[in-house]
């Protein structure tokens, strides 16, 4: 029983690789630009007061300006909402007492994720903001409002890359490419830019620059190599 394992354990390896099994595995890479359409805005109010509730009323007061001042810019409902609510009390380390810091008062905050799908108004919906009473600009981010097609494209530019590969690899070798067996998506990428934050300033409309968005794609594609 063991010679008849042994022997057929080398007549597995000593069986010659057929023409079917004969294939080269290739990565491609693609990259688009694309001009981004939209803009989420990141911002807020925060107020110091000697009580909770005073602190928390003028961050009220802060937000229902800032609300209406969306609203008169055009900005719909479903693209703002609350991120952040704080209330925190306030203490004088510098000043200890016989329970420890000196409590000198509340700080009360309120935070909005808005997203303005016209970018040209981007500038003008951010000066609106800080003048209905806005203090605390946490950044700004940009987007596509259809970032799919720009995904595709960069979809099939790793797909003629990885065939560009798999050409040269295959003329190098002195064999030509088949059929292709399978193509495997990997890490792509849709575009997620960081917030950048802002430096508080009074103004009428913001200097934006939106830039370009990079969009990425990775395929792996397993080609056929024949004679």
């Known amino acids: 029983m063991r ?79 609350t991120t952040g609510i704080g209330l925190h009390a306030v203490h004088d380390h510098n000043t200890q007492s016989e329970g420890g810091p000196v409590l000198v008062g509340f700080s009360a905050s309120n935070r909005l994720t808005i997203k303005v799908r016209d970018i040209d108004a981007a500038g003008e919906v951010l000066g609106a903001l800080v003048d209905a009473g806005a203090n605390d600009i946490g950044g700004i981010s940009f987007g596509l409002s259809d970032p799919q097609e720009a995904m595709n494209g960069a979809r099939r530019d790793a797909v003629a890359d990885a065939q560009s590969k798999a050409a040269l690899y295959a003329e190098a070798a002195g064999v030509a490419l088949g059929k292709v067996i399978s193509v495997r998506e990997h890490g792509g990428q849709m575009p997620r830019p960081e917030m950048g934050r802002m430096a508080m300033a009074s103004f009428d ?9 990079s969009i990425f794609a990775r395929v792996e594609m397993v080609l056929e190599l024949v004679d």
């Open 3 to 81: 010679f008849a394992a042994i022997c057929a354990v080398l007549w597995v390896c000593a069986t010659p690789i057929s023409a079917e099994d004969r294939h080269i595995t290739v990565t491609g890479e693609g990259m688009v630009q694309a001009q981004p359409d939209q803009a989420v805005i990141s911002v807020g109010a925060a107020h110091r007061a000697k009580s909770a509730q005073d602190a928390m009323d003028a961050v009220n007061t802060a937000v229902a300006g800032m609300m209406a001042a969306l609203n008169t810019a055009g900005v719909e409902p479903r693209d703002i909402q």
């Open 205 to 213: 409309a913001a200097a934006i620059a939106p830039g370009e968005l």
